[in-house]
Nanobody
Framework: QVQLVESGGGLVQAGGSLRLSCAASETIFTIKPMGWYRQALGKQRELVATITRGGTTNYADSVKGRFTISRDNAKNTLYLQMNSLKPEDTAVYYC?????WGQGTQVTVSS
């Protein structure tokens, strides 16, 4: 069973930056598209960004221009660079590949 492990979350002030990482336990990144999702307290999980194996990216309107998704196939790692963070970005962020989800990493943005 492939496992995904997120890291890089934390507490940051509004306007700050964080970089999330998602490491896979085996080589799957060259096979499937991947994505980041987030779930704020009391809300449904929502798409943040996706990237295909060819490198085509897609972003939620709320993060366009601020977040960048990327992948390193050699390291089996997915990244999410988050800049100009806002309090409304506060959520648990999840890495996804197909039907596999990571455990999530908390991002908290203070005003």
């Amino acid at each position: 069973q492939v496992q995904l492990v997120e890291s890089g979350g934390g507490l940051v002030q509004a306007g700050g930056s964080l970089r999330l990482s998602c490491a896979a336990s085996e080589t799957i990144f060259t096979i499937k598209p991947m994505g980041w999702y987030r779930q704020a307290l009391g809300k449904q999980r929502e798409l943040v960004a996706t990237i295909t194996r060819g490198g085509t990216t897609n972003y939620a309107d709320s993060v366009k221009g601020r977040f960048t998704i990327s992948r390193d196939n050699a390291k089996n790692t997915l990244y999410l660079q988050m800049n100009s963070l806002k309090p409304e970005d506060t959520a648990v962020y999840y890495c996804n590949v197909g039907c596999i989800w990571g455990q999530g990493t908390q991002v908290t943005v203070s005003s």
